[in-house]
Structure formats: structure tokens, C-alpha cells
């Protein structure tokens, strides 16, 4: 198992209404349509701007995953929602071309456009967003009296759907997108959100859907989610033995309780039966170590809000085995410092599917 969490680098809003405001600092990135403000179109658009470090994805390249094939998610959680349609798909794609954060914030007087607005890339309304001889293979979309609202490479496409019962988090499948980055097939200058074309600028909606960003001061910062399987499962010549039993008292033998949020950390764990069979013998039945079945997973959540920070993922949070016992790796990176979290144990024994849940806490510090 291996889940490796990034936070975004910069991000930023585009909003057709406003060509030249910046709001780089904003604590929400909306998606948001109403009523169009700007006499240039009958109908506006917000568009997320969002990227994450070269550095950091190449790190958890180098130093954890190597060769392994590997998924990559989006992560961007919901803050408020109000009239959106039954059904509607966001869709991301690969940037074209480098843009500046900025420090506004909407509302801002006077506008700041010290970075990325709808009609520039650059600070200082400059670098304009190319609405004419587009490079091959990078598109735009906006109306056509009001161009601007970003570039993209189109091989780049991801997409999530929603429907009128789904949660409203994005959480998008960007593997292709990473992958061209690491490449080097596409430069890395990041990844536009925005709703689909067919909803993008239709007069028939308005409605709000806004998402936290990375100024905010909650523990729902966009993030980069970066999942790979790394588990083993070998037990050849240990002397332990399966449990098979749902009767079972699972513990944390080595948790510290306290982690670097750098630290790359391997849980331990001490399984036995809770009533074990009477037998004979002149040593403990305890010094003989038990392993939780291959099909056996791990979930950390966030203590104050209960939320799963990194959920139970039958490939990516496998618990693995060696001749001492079961243990799975956690990476603190990704998860937010001077926080506590809890662990859960997930086992399928004999086709039941049982949760161990004892107080496995643990604090990350910066």
C-alpha cells in the first residue's frame, strides 16, 4: 500500500466577469455561474486554476515508487453548493503556459492584478491568455466578445461526473495528466477546473459551487493524491500463524504517538485471539506472532472533524506481512501538522468483514 499526499503549490479563480481581478489569496475557488455582469457576455463563468510542485512529484517518484505504475487524484472539497443541475461533469486539463498566483482577493478595492485574471496569465495585465494561432494541440473556450479564461493541452483531458445524490467533491482521476508531467510530454504549469462546455455558459443556470483552497484555514486544502500498491505479503518459514478468528484483539506495538510531517513511519501490529484455545505448553501463546489476512486495510481519520483522511482502498491501503507480523508504512506528508489522527484496522476473515478500531491515535507535528 502506499498513499503520498501533496498540497497544492499556488492556486487561483478566473471569473469571465472580472478581466482584470486577481484572487490569489482567496480561501475559496469557485466554479460558480450567475447572472453575467460584464456587458460583453449574457452569461459568465469562473474558471480554478491549481498546481502542484514539480519537486514534490518527482520526489515521491524518486524516492517511493520508482518503477510501479501508479494513480493520481485531484483533490478538491466542497465548501458550498446551491442550484446546480441534477447532473453535471467537471473537467480538468493540463495548462499551457506559466501564470502568476497573485495576493488578491475578490472584492478587493481597488481590483489587485498583481497575477492571473481571465484576461492574463502574468502580474500587471500582462502575458494575455492567447485567443488567436493557438500552439498544436491547445484549445481555449470563451465567449466570443470576452476571450481569456486559460489555455490547455487537449490530449490532457480528465473529467469527473456528478449526480443529484453524489458526494460533491472532486476527487478526479489525473493520472494521465502527472504522468505527461513526469514525462516531460507536457510541461507541468498545472491543471483548470471548470464545468463542462455544454453547462459552462448556459443562461438556463446560476448557482454556486465552491471549493476550499489552499489559504484556508480548515484541514480541506486541495491536494494532490498520489496511490500506489507496495504491500507484501510473505510469511515463508515464520513460524506464525493465521488468524482466523473475528474474535480478535488487534494493537499498535511500536506507535510513538507523535511524527515528523516528513516522516515515512511503519505501523506494527500485535494480533491475537481474544480467546484462545486452552492448550498445554511451557511458553506464552502470545510470543508466537499472528497475521491478519491478505485481504486486511487500513483508514486514518482526522480526529476533530471524524472525516477519513486517507480511506479504506482494497489495492492502496493494504496491510502487507513479513516472518514479525503485519505492519503497513504510512507518509505523514499530506497530512496537516499539529493534528491528531486515528487509525482503523479493516479485516475480511472468513467472508465477514470486521473493524478494529482502539483508540490508535497519533499526532502529526511540524
Given amino acids: 500500500m502506499a498513499v503520498y499526499k501533496i498540497f497544492a503549490d499556488k492556486d487561483t479563480t478566473l471569473y ?14 469557485e466554479l ?7 456587458y460583453f ?10 498546481k502542484f510542485s514539480d519537486a514534490d512529484i518527482l ?20 465548501a458550498d453548493s446551491t442550484g446546480l443541475p441534477t447532473d453535471y461533469t467537471l473537467e480538468a486539463y493540463a495548462i499551457s503556459g506559466a501564470w502568476d498566483m497573485g495576493t ?11 497575477g492571473a485574471t481571465w484576461a492574463y496569465r502574468k502580474a500587471n495585465k500582462t502575458g494575455m491568455w492567447a485567443s488567436e494561432s493557438l500552439g498544436i494541440g491547445v484549445a481555449a473556450s470563451y465567449p466570443t466578445m470576452n476571450p481569456g479564461g486559460g489555455i490547455w493541452y487537449t490530449s490532457s483531458a480528465a473529467s469527473q461526473s456528478f449526480g443529484v445524490y453524489t458526494n460533491k467533491d472532486v476527487d478526479m482521476d489525473v493520472t494521465g495528466i502527472v504522468k505527461s508531467h513526469i514525462s516531460g510530454t507536457i510541461p507541468n504549469h498545472g491543471i483548470i477546473v471548470k464545468t463542462s462546455g455544454s453547462l459552462e455558459f448556459d443562461e438556463n443556470y446560476n448557482y454556486i459551487l465552491n471549493f476550499f483552497s489552499r489559504d484556508t484555514n480548515t484541514v480541506y486544502p486541495p491536494m494532490l493524491e498520489i496511490k500506489w500498491d507496495d504491500s507484501s505479503y510473505s510469511v515463508t518459514g515464520s513460524t506464525g500463524t493465521l488468524a482466523t478468528s473475528q474474535d480478535l484483539i488487534v494493537s499498535l506495538t511500536n506507535n510513538k504517538e507523535m511524527f515528523n510531517q516528513y516522516e515515512k513511519y511503519r505501523f506494527r501490529l500485535n494480533v491475537r485471539d481474544q480467546y484462545p484455545t486452552r492448550t498445554f ?28 483522511v486517507v480511506d479504506f482502498d482494497d489495492t492502496y491501503t493494504k496491510i502487507s506481512a513479513d516472518t514479525n507480523g503485519s505492519y503497513f508504512d ?13 487509525i482503523q484496522i479493516k479485516s475480511v476473515i472468513n467472508g465477514s468483514t470486521v473493524i478494529f478500531d482502539d483508540r490508535y491515535f497519533f499526532k502529526v507535528v511540524e
Wanted: proline share 5%.
Fill in 330 to 342: 504510512v507518509h505523514m506528508y499530506g497530512l496537516e501538522p499539529e493534528r491528531y489522527y486515528k
Fill in 41 to 50: 457576455s449574457q452569461s459568465s463563468a469562473a474558471r480554478v486554476l491549481i
Fill in 59 to 78: 520526489d515521491v517518484r524518486d524516492k517511493y515508487i520508482g518503477t510501479k505504475d501508479f494513480k493520481a487524484y485531484l483533490k478538491m472539497y466542497l
Fill in 32 to 38: 460558480t455561474k450567475n447572472t453575467s455582469l460584464n
Fill in 104 to 114: 488578491g482577493r475578490y472584492g478587493d478595492t481597488p481590483i489587485t492584478y498583481n
Fill in 281 to 308: 505448553s511451557t511458553s506464552s501463546l502470545y510470543l508466537t506472532p499472528k497475521y491478519l489476512p491478505s485481504s486486511s486495510y487500513y483508514s486514518i481519520y482526522d480526529v476533530k472533524s471524524n472525516t477519513p
Fill in 16 to 29: 469571465s466577469d472580472y478581466d482584470y481581478m486577481n484572487t490569489g489569496m482567496d480561501a475559496i475557488l
